[in-house]
Nanobody
Framework: QVQLVESGGGLVQAGTSLRLSCVASGRTFSDYAMGWFRQAPGEDREVVAAMNWNGDSIYYRDSVKGRFTISRDNAKDTLYLQMNDLKPDDTAVYFC?????????????????WGQGTQVTVSS
């Protein structure tokens, strides 16, 4: 089992930055591919960014390319999402997820472990 705890969300103005963190516990963090997903009210959960176990393979959805950066520190069992130039359309609950294997995936159904989510609200 893997437990994931996100932090770093909040209410910010458009154009500013936030950094989300996700601390993992329970299993060897470096055994898992990781991802950040988000879900806005009435919308499906969508991948924001994802990476394989060592960070060599990374995916970003088009709308966040150039603004968001996913990273991981395997020594600290922590996943990060640096979000710059935030826009109102980025408003959502953001979830950290761990996949039970090392390769990158962007499909929510392939991630077996999820955090509780952290709210990000961007005002215009």
């Amino acid at each position: 089992q893997v437990q994931l705890v996100e932090s770093g969300g909040g209410l910010v103005q458009a154009g500013t930055s936030l950094r989300l963190s996700c601390v993992a516990s329970g299993r060897t963090f470096s055994d898992y591919a990781m991802g950040w997903f988000r879900q806005a009210p009435g919308e499906d959960r969508e991948v924001v960014a994802a990476m394989n176990w060592n960070g060599d393979s990374i995916y970003y959805r088009d709308s966040v390319k150039g603004r968001f950066t996913i990273s991981r520190d395997n020594a600290k069992d922590t996943l990060y999402l640096q979000m710059n130039d935030l826009k109102p359309d980025d408003t959502a609950v953001y979830f950290c997820a761990a996949r039970g294997s090392k390769p990158l995936s962007t499909m929510p159904q392939r991630f077996g472990y999820w955090g509780q989510g952290t709210q990000v609200t961007v005002s215009s």
